[in-house]
């Protein structure tokens, strides 16, 4: 049974461990990979934002959790919505099979309908990301041109889901 909770410092090992070993995965494909950001994107544990999925002791996935849109990103009226946006959502490929990047979606998408928003919104900067994240029943709403890349947003309605049926427990709240 998976668990979302939030990362503390004492979590800061163990996502290290997990974004080094999907940077190998990436790397073995020939994708690009966060490895210089290693240090940086894990030390973000004790930040009060990122959450991870635990199996048991095992943190198999993270996201960062956000209550503002970031400005560039959402128009005023946009921002004035209340969401949550996801951003630096990683995993562990060996639990590939369990789809731990879809349910760290879904329960954002359950805890923004259980707090009262309306989205969950995402950025992206890969068009196989935006398929995949398709898959998870984002939309894609609008796309932007950055200085980093082609930036690709995508958003899905916020609603309750029956996290136990995925195979989670009932969610903390963000």
Same mark, same amino acid.
Request: charged share 25%; with cysteine.
């Given at each position: 049974m998976f668990t979302m909770r939030p990362a503390t410092e004492t979590d800061v090992a163990g996502v290290?461990?997990?974004? *080094?070993?999907?940077?190998? @995965?990436?790397?073995?494909?020939?994708?690009?990979s966060w490895r210089e950001m290693v240090a940086e994107l894990a030390g973000q544990a004790g930040t009060g934002?990122?959450?991870?999925?635990?199996?048991?002791?095992?943190?198999?996935?993270?996201?960062t959790v956000m209550t503002q849109a970031p400005p560039k990103d959402w128009t005023p009226e946009e921002?004035?919505?209340?969401?949550?946006?996801?951003?630096?959502?990683?995993t562990?490929?060996?639990?590939?099979?369990?789809?731990?990047? *879809?349910?760290?979606?879904? @329960?954002a998408v359950d805890q923004a309908a259980r707090q009262g928003?309306?989205?969950v919104?995402?950025?992206?900067?890969?068009?196989e990301l935006v398929?995949?994240?398709?898959?998870?029943?984002?939309?894609l709403v609008k796309e932007q041109d950055r200085s980093a890349g082609h930036l690709?947003?995508?958003?899905?309605?916020?609603?309750?889901?029956?996290?136990?049926?995925?195979?989670?427990?009932?969610p903390s709240t963000v």
């Amino acid at each position: 049974m998976f668990t979302m909770r939030p990362a503390t410092e004492t979590d800061v090992a163990g996502v290290a461990s997990m974004i *080094t070993a999907r940077c190998g @995965w990436q790397e073995k494909r020939g994708l690009e990979s966060w490895r210089e950001m290693v240090a940086e994107l894990a030390g973000q544990a004790g930040t009060g934002s990122m959450w991870v999925l635990v199996d048991g002791g095992r943190i198999v996935g993270c996201t960062t959790v956000m209550t503002q849109a970031p400005p560039k990103d959402w128009t005023p009226e946009e921002a004035a919505e209340p969401a949550l946006y996801l951003f630096t959502t990683v995993t562990d490929p060996a639990y590939r099979e369990h789809k731990p990047g *879809t349910l760290i979606a879904l @329960w954002a998408v359950d805890q923004a309908a259980r707090q009262g928003r309306e989205w969950v919104r995402r950025g992206c900067f890969f068009p196989e990301l935006v398929k995949y994240y398709q898959t998870q029943g984002f939309a894609l709403v609008k796309e932007q041109d950055r200085s980093a890349g082609h930036l690709y947003l995508l958003a899905r309605r916020a609603e309750r889901l029956d996290l136990g049926r995925l195979g989670m427990m009932e969610p903390s709240t963000v």
